[in-house]
């Protein structure tokens, strides 16, 4: 393991302050007012506010709608990077839908993005031309008659699948749920079926997968999303882990 010096590390963070320093005078100019959300502290701002490990985080940001009831969007920012909580369907589908050319693009995230190689993804791709070819192409394939029969049928087989499960092991109903969850997506999206019984492999490496997906885009929690510059830093000190390699 390299030992890193006092006088590099002396280095390492003062460029970090004044990285964080520059990001939050920046951050207070030329801004409209933010809604609302708890004090930060200086420069750090709410980083003691994100949710804690082994909180859901739909359940740790539902608690804003109960501080901020009058108002159901509430923000929080952490080190510059600004994170807006929308706790009402109804608002999240004007804003992200019926005025989606203006608020529904995605933010620069390095680790996902950029290290992952998420970034050329469809729900990774900020909103501009690709992304719009992507919907219209995901459009033609899902909203057409002869496919609502195709997932129909492929929907009532696996439901009838899911009913012998739980007859046969009611104790085990989250993973009959995830199975069918997982066999309908496969079977549509790749005409994959499943095995009839006991876990099957493809839906445990589609949950992985899903799962490490989920952690690679967690505002807040890559150092590098914030820093970026700590990308090109060598490994002992880059601030994330070797899931982006």
């Known amino acids: 393991m390299r030992i890193v010096s006092p006088t590099t590390l002396a280095v390492l963070l003062g460029i970090v302050g004044l990285y964080v320093i520059n990001r939050y005078v920046r951050s207070k100019r030329n801004r409209l007012p933010l809604p609302p959300g708890p004090k930060g502290i200086f420069l750090l701002g709410n980083i003691n506010d994100m949710p ?6 739909a359940h740790h940001w539902l608690e804003h709608k109960k501080l901020y009831g009058a108002c159901p969007i509430s923000s929080v920012t952490v080190m510059g990077q600004t994170i807006v909580i929308i706790n009402d369907s109804a608002l999240a589908f004007e804003l992200l ?12 995230q390095v680790f996902a993005g950029e290290m ?41 087989t696996e ?19 995830r199975k069918m969850t997982g066999s309908v997506i496969l079977k549509i999206t790749y005409g994959y079926t499943t095995v009839a019984h006991g876990p099957d ?38 601030m994330c882990t070797a899931d982006g390699n």
């Not at 839908?97 to 620069?108: K, Y």
């Not at 899911?162 to 009959?176: C, I, K």
């Open 201 to 238: 492999p493809l839906v445990e490496l589609a949950a992985q997968a899903g799962q490490q997906f989920g952690d690679a885009i967690t505002p807040g929690k890559w150092m590098v999303d914030t820093l970026p510059f700590c990308r090109w830093t060598w490994q002992e000190n880059a």
């Open 116 to 156: 992952v190689g998420l970034e050329n993804g469809t729900a990774m791709s900020p909103y501009n031309d690709n992304w719009r070819i992507h919907r219209k192409n995901v459009a033609r394939v899902l909203t057409t008659n002869a496919s609502f029969t195709m997932f129909e049928k492929v929907q009532e």
């Open 159 to 177: 439901s009838a699948h899911l009913l012998l499960r739980v007859l046969d092991s009611p104790d085990d109903l989250w993973n009959h749920l």
């Open 52 to 57: 804690k490990p082994g909180v859901v985080d």
């Open 97 to 108: 839908r019926e005025r989606s050319a203006i608020h529904s693009s995605r933010p620069r």
